[in-house]
């Protein structure tokens, strides 16, 4: 499983989300930084994820949603991504607003940086409890 695949469906999935519960909120100061998660904040989603057996087969279901959405990219499918998109979205309501939340900020994340690969070696932690 591509997990930065997914994650970057799942930020793209609840971006109307943060993008409504952002409403009213003063804009970020000119040349501040974006702020991604921290390991506690991944930590304690995985957590309450791991916890509850129907949040990790609806994390799992999200997961199969990624793979779906990964060959629909190799074909170029974008009516597909969308419908995608959406079950993607439907399901993360489904996980809580500290998930939804959380896949917002992951989009800040440099996977390929120090923090960003050990933010995703939780969410792999999380993986490895799907059924393959």
Same mark, same amino acid.
């Given at each position: 499983?591509?997990?930065? %695949? ?8 609840? /971006? ?12 970020? #100061?000119? @040349?501040?930084? #974006? ?15 791991? @916890?509850?057996?129907?949040? %990790? ?13 990964? #060959? ?11 419908? %995608?998109?959406?079950? #993607? ?16 900020? /992951? ?5 390929? !940086? ?10 792999? !932690? %999380?993986?490895? !409890?799907?059924?393959?």
């Amino acid at each position: 499983m591509n997990l930065k %695949l997914i994650i970057a469906i799942a930020a793209i999935a609840v /971006m109307p989300v943060v993008a409504q519960a952002q409403k009213g909120a003063p804009p970020p #100061a000119k @040349g501040a930084a #974006a702020k991604g998660p921290t390991k506690a904040d991944v930590q304690k989603v995985v957590n309450q994820i791991k @916890g509850d057996k129907a949040k %990790l087969d609806t994390y799992c279901q999200i997961g199969k949603l990624g793979e779906q959405a990964q #060959a629909a990219a190799e074909k170029k499918d974008q009516k597909k991504m969308a419908d %995608l998109n959406k079950q #993607a979205d439907a399901l993360g309501q489904k996980i809580g607003p500290d998930y939804v939340k959380l896949m917002g900020s /992951m989009e800040e994340v440099d996977p390929e !940086s120090k923090d960003g690969k050990e933010l995703i070696a939780l969410f792999d !932690s %999380l993986d490895a !409890s799907c059924p393959k």
